[in-house]
């Protein structure tokens, strides 16, 4: 079973820029989270995807970042316009459908905003 | 906000020595799941726990849910280098809304 795929692995933008991440999920699961971690602390949800409808994006900063999960499968997630407090490594997971099950995540994008 | 509290941040512990992480969640959770991730690498599932007072073990690892559900522990018998990591705990709430602890980093001296 293929894992959640993820690009581009590495991002190197100066402020202001714009920047987009994709994900595509392991086939089959329905639900679908981008987190941000910053350095030596734990993951902190931006947005969860059931299906192609948004389930909670509460801690998504909307004034700058904007997602998307327009079939219900793969997944964008885009800054616009990045800060420096935006580095981070940005994780997506995905788990099946139902309340606990696990989730699988991704290798993520490690972004450096300068 | 709600919040899911973990300690210690830190453990440096002997090799052999056991570890044990603590989670602490201001409300009541429908169940908690508990991460492993190694340097470098992303947070890979290991457990999850849904009723009250559970208890879960997997080979040198024992987990625990509270008999409220608001907290859990994650003990680490005998510990080896490769148990080195940070691990996480996650909280979910009823609203099916998840938390994640700050973590636990597990330093093993040999």
């Known amino acids: 079973e293929a894992g959640v795929a993820q690009s581009p692995r590495y991002k190197i933008i100066e402020k202001r820029q714009s920047v987009a991440f994709w994900c595509n999920p392991i086939s089959g699961h329905a639900t679908l989270y981008w987190y941000q971690q910053i350095l030596g602390q734990g993951p902190k949800l931006l947005i969860q995807f059931q299906n192609n409808g948004v389930v909670d994006d509460s801690q998504l900063p909307k004034d700058r970042f904007s997602a998307e999960r327009l079939k219900g499968v793969d997944s964008t997630l885009k800054i616009q316009p990045a800060k420096l407090e935006d580095s981070a490594v940005y994780l997506c997971?995905?788990?099946?459908?139902?309340?606990?099950?696990?989730?699988?995540f991704g290798p993520g994008t490690r972004l450096t905003v300068l | 906000g709600q919040q899911v509290m973990q300690i210690p941040q830190y453990q440096h512990v002997q090799e052999g020595e056991d570890f044990t992480t603590y989670c602490n969640s201001s409300?009541?959770?429908?169940?908690i799941q508990w991460y492993k991730q190694r340097p470098g690498g992303h947070p890979v599932f290991l457990i999850q726990?849904?009723?009250?007072?559970e208890v879960k073990k997997q080979k040198r690892l024992t987990f625990q849910f509270g008999e409220a559900k608001k907290n859990s522990s994650l003990h680490i018998t005998a510990t080896q280098t490769t148990d080195v990591g940070t691990y996480f705990c996650a909280g979910r709430r009823g609203d099916d809304k998840i938390i994640f602890g700050k973590g636990t980093r597990l330093h093993i001296l040999p």
């Open positions: 997971a995905s788990s099946s459908s139902g309340v606990g099950v696990g989730q699988f």
């Open positions: 726990l849904v009723k009250s007072g």
């Open positions: 409300t009541t959770l429908s169940n």
